[in-house]
């Protein structure tokens, strides 16, 4: 996600077992574009991009009593444009973005959300999560609440501005998600700040695979839960300047994408949890995400595409426990290895590295997943969590060439419930320091 992200992709709220089926029914689902510009969007720059743009602004307090709209409003709408019209106690969404290296050695994560269930720190509703794990082993993690988010619907692209007194996050994306577009985002604290840009290396798409909207188009994945892949597979290229760091800016390299969420509850009372993986080798890249739903039942839900030179191979949407491979249709398997050399995490599964098959047409293509750091893992209590790691991949069509490449991939396991004591604890990057540090460790040896 995700982070979903993703680390964006975690509501801690306490769950309650109250039902919210019904909720599906209350929400109002409405039916009714980006340049290849590489510039990126900065404060220092002139702000006359902004002319002509249709700006949709959400303040850090600002709330909606009742049902928002739930979109999209137009089957045809730009991807990236705000699916929600306002924020209320429930509804959510993110603008997610990751990358792994080029050798699997280091990451970067950003997350930037309107979401009223972090409410509760008493600094509103908008969040933005960045995390980097450098390749000399340095981690960087950054919660910012901002004071004011907004979206530009542009003739050419579609841009964002995050922003407070001590901090900007920015993005911009591409009318056309096509191969070679450049999509941007910048970062600025008083920690540090840093610009990538992201080469697209295939084509935006739809949770089933759609490469273009259409009145049939749908973004839902399971019960609640939308997305796009707006941007799968891209280049990404930036710098990061650190305050205090001897040598200044730190140049980074890799592959990464880009993708869109939005949802009518938190995570826990619609997920029980997830896997995401974002892959590339040689000619080859993926995207994968497993959410397991509550509504209806412990059901397992995915989305999955492989391209090749930025061609879609193969695509699937389905839910359900696994099933045997049909005989013609596209089909994706995709289990976790428990005994291999890669970096383990302590929650969500444990495992050391994912094993990805992909199959159309009397074709096979199978990609080997090695955990290589763990960049970041919070702790839910009773082996239940999140954990995010950088990867590094070896595959391709069997029986043919085989390339080595990087990954990111994200595995989460909810508990019934999160008392918001804990979260604290759990979830107070920037706020609490080595004390929370010290308080994970002592909770982990009570077995919490």
């Not at 491979?325 to 398997?333: A, H, L, N």
Request: glycine share 12%.
């Amino acid at each position: 996600m995700v982070r979903l992200k993703l680390w964006g992709l975690i509501l801690f709220e306490a769950v309650t077992t109250v039902s919210t089926e019904s909720r599906f029914q209350e929400q109002k689902h409405l039916a009714d574009d980006t340049s290849n510009d590489s510039r990126g969007i900065s404060q220092s720059q002139s702000q006359d991009w902004k002319q002509g743009c249709k700006e949709h602004r959400v303040g850090s307090h600002e709330m909606v009593a009742g049902d928002v709209h739930f979109g999209p409003r137009k089957h045809d709408e730009h991807p990236t444009i705000g699916k929600l019209s306002g924020i209320n106690s429930t509804s959510w969404e993110q603008w997610v973005f990751d990358s792994v290296s080029d050798n699997g050695s280091s990451g970067i994560f950003l997350s930037l959300g309107r979401d009223a269930s972090y409410s509760f720190f008493g600094q509103g509703n908008l969040h933005v999560e960045f995390y980097a794990l450098l390749a000399d082993g340095t981690k960087i993690q950054e919660l910012a609440f901002v004071d004011e988010s907004s979206i530009y619907d542009c003739e050419d692209f579609v841009a964002s501005t995050w922003t407070s007194d001590s901090h900007s996050f920015e993005f911009r994306v591409p009318r056309e998600t096509e191969i070679g577009a450049s999509t941007t985002f910048s970062v600025r604290t008083p920690k540090f700040h840093g610009s990538f840009l992201l080469a697209g290396s295939a084509p935006g798409h739809f949770p089933d695979g759609t490469l273009h909207a259409s009145p049939r188009s749908s973004t839902q994945v399971a019960a609640g839960l939308h997305m796009h892949g707006t941007v799968p597979a891209a280049q990404v290229r930036g710098n990061l300047t650190i305050k205090g760091r001897r040598g200044g800016s730190v140049s980074y390299s890799g592959m990464g994408g880009h993708f869109h969420l939005w949802a009518i509850d938190n995570w826990f009372k619609i997920i029980w949890g997830f896997r995401i993986i974002r892959g590339t080798a040689g000619p080859y890249s993926f995207f994968y995400w497993e959410p397991t739903s509550r509504v209806g039942g412990r059901t397992p839900h995915y989305t999955a595409i492989l391209f090749k030179n930025g061609q879609k191979l193969v695509s699937t949407q389905a839910s359900g426990p696994p099933i045997n491979e049909p005989p013609d249709g596209d089909f994706v398997k995709v289990w976790a290895t428990q005994h291999g050399r890669g970096a383990r995490a302590s929650v969500a599964g444990r495992s050391t590295g994912h094993i990805v098959e992909f199959s159309s047409a009397g074709k096979q293509w199978r990609f080997e997943l090695e955990h290589q750091y763990v960049q970041v893992q919070m702790p839910f209590g009773r082996d239940t969590g999140l954990a995010v790691f950088t990867n590094r991949v070896f595959g391709g069509e069997t029986g043919g060439c085989q390339y080595l490449g990087s990954a990111f991939s994200e595995e989460a396991e909810f508990p019934e419930e999160l008392a918001r004591w804990k979260i604290w604890l759990v979830y107070g990057v920037g706020m609490m320091g080595q004390m929370k540090a010290r308080a994970e460790a002592w909770l982990a040896d009570l077995g919490f």
